[in-house]
């Protein structure tokens, strides 16, 4: 099949560009101002595909500044999309422990006495404490808090309204078609196959879509990017070591909650030290809350679930949300390497936008603004182009593209942002003094640190717990869980002092009524597993299986012989093992040892 334009993915950054595309393409009485070089006569042909179920069944925060989204949408109505809100009140709390099990260096224990000594002067209530100031950098005041699926469902609607394209979810890019130099268009993935991607009943040969210009916006985890990446390099002293993955639930909020509509509460310091919260409130009593669990908390059994439930339960949080209820839940990675994880950004017949471009602001926490940002460029650029009649070459894209990015907002910030986090490879002290230093002399100065891959820089679990659980205790916790087929964490962290969670069956449900409830997984049969562990025989030696402990749906658990198993129908697309595995790939040593496929199903949700 041929069209002018295919775009892989639609998030936020593929919803700016599409949006601006239909505007420019189309004459204010919504005839066509550009005819299609594929098909003379008729409008542009434009597609995108979605790997999800469903468009908006991605999963973000979000607050947002909003500033591209408003040059998009100048006279926008917060109360037109359904969870959006004005921010109107924006506080950082700083949480104690209240439990006593988190892992804190000592300068922060002593730092806590003295907070809780002076807990009258310093506002400290709910073992939390109210910083006297947000910093400028992340203020969001005069932004939005917005659901991005409900987001984005309403601006597809916007674009498929337009007529200019068709998107088409449920539908994954297994690959692009690289040829002479450059790309050609894409291949969907095969369906009608087995798990390891043999014909079977039904079987059909993934469609290919040639056209003259591809646009990859599929995200920090996308297999297309990374395609991309392996076909013609990267720039160089380029690297995205840099991740962490966020995971939410979307509450209906108890009636005796006090807080307004477009509240937005960040939180440091609980569960871990190294692990940031949100508390986002949408209109009528919906609130977005969650965790991010970032790369460099060196923790090999880091799990992002269980230490969201314990962050749920601090008395900060748990007094807004005690009798509520879970609606939604899901998990998605961010790409926290910002500018400095920017891939090639154009080449003939391809460019790429939004969070896999390295749009993600790492200094002020902001990804949607961003990627729609570059999303608006890229079409500005692409109408440029096609009404002087000029092909997506290289050149031409790097002129008309790039040097419209470069002068960007999105690219000057990201300048600024760019050491901002380097200072917490040396660990969370000097990681927050790096980023309030990066943030407040605007880039000038900031905390040298070396992002690494995790396999170079997790430590055993017998590392971790020294001290705290004996080796051989571990060995016996690792030897019963592996003959049940669960992960090790819960029971390495009830034996440091984390307490079980009372399940109420409403909001503190297990992992897997999270699953089923609030993502409402689903797989849909005959597409292959899109997540291949490549050399199995080497994972038998893993002593970490870190990749089991991350999986944000139980979807890898221990297999036969020590090895790790996957289960498809469990599986949230959340991109976490990606990143998550502790031993470098032989071929590849800046990687893992797994493999992220496109693959189809996952949440579906259309509230995160
Ligand atoms: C929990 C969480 C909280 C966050 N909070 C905030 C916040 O408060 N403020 C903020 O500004 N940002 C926030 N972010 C970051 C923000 O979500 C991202 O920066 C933003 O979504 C990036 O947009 P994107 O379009 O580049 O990519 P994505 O939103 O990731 O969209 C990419 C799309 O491509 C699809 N795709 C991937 N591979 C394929 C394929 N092979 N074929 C077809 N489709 C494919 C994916 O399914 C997805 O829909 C948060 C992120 C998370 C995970
Ligand atoms: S995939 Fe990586 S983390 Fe998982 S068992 Fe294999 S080597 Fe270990
Ligand atoms: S298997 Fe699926 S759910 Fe588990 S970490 Fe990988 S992408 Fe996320």
């Known amino acids: 099949m041929d069209a002018d334009i295919v775009c892989v993915g639609f998030g936020p950054a593929s919803g700016g560009f599409l949006t601006t595309l239909s505007r420019g393409i189309l004459k204010p009485d919504g005839s066509p101002a550009i005819e299609s070089p594929s098909a003379p006569g008729l409008p542009l042909q434009v597609l995108c595909y979605e790997r999800a ?62 907070i809780r000594a002076m807990g009258g002067i310093l506002r400290v209530k709910d073992d939390a404490m109210e910083l006297p100031w947000t910093p400028e950098f992340l203020d969001k005041h005069g932004g939005l808090v917005l659901s991005i699926g409900q987001f984005n ?48 009943d039904g079987f059909t040969l993934g469609m290919e879509v040639r056209a003259a210009l591809t646009v990859v916006a599929d995200g920090p985890v996308g297999p297309i990017g990374r395609q991309l ?27 005796t909650c006090e807080l307004n509509p477009g509240t937005v509460l960040h939180t440091l310091g609980y569960p871990e030290p190294e692990i940031f919260g949100f508390f986002y409130v949408h209109p009528n009593r919906v609130a977005s ?15 992002a679930y269980r230490y969201l439930q314990h962050w749920m339960l601090h008395p900060a949080i748990w007094r807004h949300v005690k009798g509520g209820r879970l609606r939604s839940w899901g998990a998605k990675t961010l790409q926290e390497s910002g500018r400095r994880g920017e891939p090639r950004l154009a080449g003939n017949g391809y460019a790429r936008i939004g969070e896999g471009s390295g749009s993600t602001n790492v200094l002020t926490n902001s990804g949607v603004d961003e990627a729609w940002t570059t999303g608006v460029i890229l079409a500005e650029a692409v109408i440029e182009l096609l009404k002087q009649k000029k092909p997506f070459t290289a050149e031409n894209l790097d002129s008309a593209y790039v040097g419209r990015r470069r002068k960007s907002w999105v690219d000057k910030e990201g300048r600024v942002a760019e050491r901002a986090r380097d200072g917490f490879q040396r660990g969370i002290i000097p ?85 089923l409830i609030g993502g409402k997984v689903q797989a849909p049969a005959g597409y292959a597993d899109h997540v291949e562990f490549l050399y199995p025989h080497d994972c038998e030696s893993c002593g970490n299986k870190i990749c089991i402990e991350m999986c944000s749906g139980q979807a890898i658990f221990p297999g036969e012989n020590g090895r790790p ?34 693959g189809a199903g996952g949440l579906n949700s259309a509230e995160n």
């Not at 369906?191 to 991607?197: A, L, P, R």
């Not at 030897?479 to 409403?506: N, Q, T, Y």
């Not at 289960?567 to 992220?596: H, I, M, Q, T």
Request: some cysteine; charged content about 25%.
């Open 289 to 303: 809350m969650g965790i991010f669990v970032p790369s460099w908390f060196d923790n090999p059994a880091r799990t």
């Open 53 to 114: 179920n469903d468009l908006g069944f991605g999963v973000s925060g979000v607050v947002t500044r909003a500033r591209g989204l408003r040059e998009s949408f100048p006279d926008l109505d917060s109360g037109q999309i359904p969870m959006a809100a004005p921010v109107t009140d924006e506080k950082i709390l700083y949480l104690l422990d209240p439990v006593g099990a988190s892992r804190r260096p000592a300068l922060m224990r002593a730092a806590d006495g003295v």
């Open 565 to 598: 198993a996957f289960d498809r129908e469990k599986c949230v697309y959340c991109g976490a093992c990606l990143w998550n595995c502790s031993k470098a790939n032989p071929r590849e040593p800046e990687k893992g040892l797994v493999e992220f496929h496109a």
């Open 229 to 255: 990446d392996k076909a013609f390099g990267i720039p160089e002293g380029h690297q995205a070591h840099d991740w962490a993955l966020g995971m939410k639930f979307v509450v209906d909020l108890p009636e």
């Open 431 to 515: 990681g927050m003094i790096g980023m309030m230093v990066t943030g407040l002399t605007r880039g000038l100065f900031a905390m040298p640190g070396k992002p690494m891959p995790p396999h170079r820089r997790l430590p055993s679990l017998e590392e971790y717990y020294r001290g705290r659980i004996p080796p051989e205790e571990i060995q016996a916790i690792r030897k019963e869980s592996d003959a049940k087929g669960i992960s090790v964490h819960a029971a390495l962290m009830e034996r440091v002092g984390w307490p079980a969670i009372p399940f109420d069956g409403e909001l503190l449900v297990s992992h897997q009524d999270a699953l």
């Open 153 to 200: 469902q309403w601006v597809g609607q916007q674009v498929m309204g337009s007529g200019i394209a068709q998107i088409w979810p449920g539908s994954p890019v297994e690959e692009v078609l690289v040829e002479d130099g450059g790309v050609a268009g894409i291949r969907l993935v095969d369906q009608g196959v087995t798990k390891d991607g043999k014909p079977s």
